[in-house]
């Protein structure tokens, strides 16, 4: 890995300018930023054009659509046109669906997203699915993957068990990242930057560890920095 950091910083900001404020002073350092379901309802494609902007910044459009195959497809049709990078589907929608998003959209990384980053196993228990988190995740990601996803969303906990499952040729797409000293918040599944990239992870999902500081731009070049130290990223 050179240049930027495998990091793609989640701008869930209050407002388009703030949004698009704070991609501007991250992207020097990471390669990736993610609009995510709150900011994309408020402003729709507006949203992604703003964040883009000149820097031609690769886009993660976190959607996690959930639906019925047609509807699936049809939503991946409207924002195909966008040109985002990544683009997040439940694998839990199923297999039909999955299909039916990447055959929509050959141009974005379909990306299915296995078991959220904020639920644990009793959790899953009580809505019906069979754990633990680490099975389930690694039961969706083979559907994804044998259904044509190109990616998969999967805390750090279990990312090597999947890349064991889908093999290397797959991105590993990892939210649940903290740095050291930061809060989990609603998050249940963490790990740091650190552990996420030796686990095998390829693109570290970082919020408000990075947004909520007083200067986002030098927290972004913090975490560069420090996974440099790591020998995790070459200079």
Known sequence: MTGQAPIAVALDAPDLETA?????LVTPFVSTVKVGLELYLRYGPAAVASIRGASGVQVFLDLKLHDIPATVSGAVRAVARLRPALLTVHAAAGAAAIRAAADAAPDTKVVGVTVLTSLGDSDLDRIGMTGPA??????????????????????????????????????????????????????????????????????????????????????????????????????
């Not at 698009?20 to 501007?24: F, K, L, N, V, Y």
């Open 20 to 24: 698009a404020r704070w991609a501007g």
């Open 134 to 235: 680490s099975d389930a995740a690694r039961r969706l990601a083979a559907l994804a993957v044998g259904a044509g996803a190109r990616g998969l969303v999967c805390s750090p906990q279990e990312v090597a068990a999947v890349r064991a499952e889908v093999g290397e040729d797959i991105l590993l797409i990892t939210p649940g990242v903290r740095p050291t000293g930061t809060e989990a918040h609603d998050q249940a599944r963490v790990a740091t930057p650190e552990e996420a990239l030796r686990a095998g992870a390829d693109l570290l999902v970082i919020g408000r560890p990075i947004t909520a500081a007083a200067d986002p731009g030098a927290a972004a070049a913090g975490i560069a920095a420090s996974l440099r130290r790591a020998e995790l990223l070459r200079p």
